[in-house]
């Protein structure tokens, strides 16, 4: 009778879950950016994008500066 050597097999399990993670991660964030990669082909539209992004970027840092008292 063949013994079955099952701590290999649940280490072989185990190790999956980080593969697993990563791939869905990735999956996740190609889906989020992939409309703004789209909007960045169009010039026009690259440079309100841009826009968009700066502004908010700014107001962030803005909020975090008052937040924590940063002078």
């Known amino acids: 009778m063949?013994?079955?050597n099952y701590m290999h097999i649940f280490w072989d399990?185990?190790?999956k879950?980080?593969?697993f993670f990563i791939s869905v991660l990735v999956g996740f964030f190609l889906t989020i950016f992939n409309p703004?990669?789209?909007l960045l082909k169009k010039p026009?539209?690259?440079y309100i994008l841009i826009i968009i992004l700066s502004?908010?970027?700014i107001?962030?840092?803005q909020i975090l500066k008052l937040m924590l008292a940063i002078n």
């Open 2 to 4: 063949k013994k079955i």
């Open 13 to 15: 399990n185990i190790l």
């Open 17 to 19: 879950f980080p593969r």
């Open 36 to 38: 703004f990669f789209e």
């Open 44 to 46: 026009q539209q690259r």
């Open 55 to 57: 502004t908010i970027s």
């Open 59 to 61: 107001i962030i840092l």
